[in-house]
T-cell receptor
Framework: GNSVTQMEGPVTLSEEAFLTINCTYTATGYPSLFWYVQYPGEGLQLLLKATKADDKGSNKGFEATYRKETTSFHLEKGSVQVSDSAVYFCALRPNQAGTALIFGKGTTLSVSS | GAVVSQHPSWVICKSGTSVKIECRSLDFQATTMFWYRQFPKQSLMLMATSNEGSKATYEQGVEKDKFLINHASLTLSTLTVTSAHPEDSSFYIC???????????FGPGTRLLVL
């Protein structure tokens, strides 16, 4: 079946540190891959996405590359800020149109100044 | 971007009562809405998918008579937890998607505590 596994948190970093949050997936066919972010007290927001192998999604300094050979979609940022503190969810959508998202458990990131 | 609201944001109720949670798309027409449930430190688990004007499609293991979903308009879907019990305590999140949209927009969630 389809599933998403992401690294457990919390991840605690100092400002300007490099961030990596690992995400791997299991899926049949060619799913679309997503990273969502949830700031305290808010709903999930789409951070970035990639719809086919070798695509790189990027937004707000975050990047993730769709690696089919390793079934991974790791999230990276070169220099984190305190405002990046949030919960990050990796998700996939199977290749059938209209289907719901399948989420990982979420990784809490805490950035201190 | 598109905004989805949920009401209430949190609710405490007695065991045996029913609780209704509303999910509204504020600035777009949501032809499809999804209801998720999230346990502490767990991923979001899809409960059901609802399309406006038709019956919801429930995921395996989700009791449709327990979790009543109504999507009567293009801006509103409701989830009613009937005869709630302590094991129904959880964080319920909805998301909405318009026709032809790929992106789902999420509500802030509703925390339910059943005593």
């Amino acid at each position: 079946g389809n599933s998403v596994t992401q690294m457990e948190g919390p991840v605690t970093l100092s400002e300007e540190a490099f961030l990596t949050i690992n995400c791997t997936y299991t899926a049949t066919g060619y799913p679309s891959l997503f990273w969502y972010v949830q700031y305290p007290g808010e709903g999930l927001q789409l951070l970035l996405k990639a719809t086919k192998a070798d695509d790189k999604g990027s937004n707000k300094g975050f990047e993730a590359t769709y690696r089919k050979e390793t079934t991974s979609f790791h999230l990276e940022k070169g220099s984190v800020q305190v405002s990046d503190s949030a919960v990050y969810f990796c998700a996939l959508r199977p290749n059938q149109a209209g289907t719901a998202l399948i989420f990982g458990k979420g990784t809490t990131l805490s950035v201190s100044s | 971007g598109a905004v989805v609201s949920q009401h209430p944001s949190w609710v405490i109720c007695k065991s045996g009562t029913s609780v209704k949670i509303e999910c509204r798309s504020l600035d777009f027409q949501a032809t499809t809405m999804f209801w998720y449930r999230q346990f502490p430190k767990q991923s979001l688990m899809l409960m059901a998918t609802s399309n406006e004007g038709s019956k919801a499609t429930y995921e395996q293991g989700v009791e449709k008579d327990k979790f009543l979903i109504n999507h009567a308009s293009l801006t509103l879907s409701t989830l009613t937890v009937t005869s709630a019990h302590p094991e129904d305590s959880s964080f319920y999140i909805c998301s909405a998607k318009g026709t032809g949209q790929e992106t789902q927009y999420f509500g802030p969630g509703t925390r339910l505590l059943v005593l």
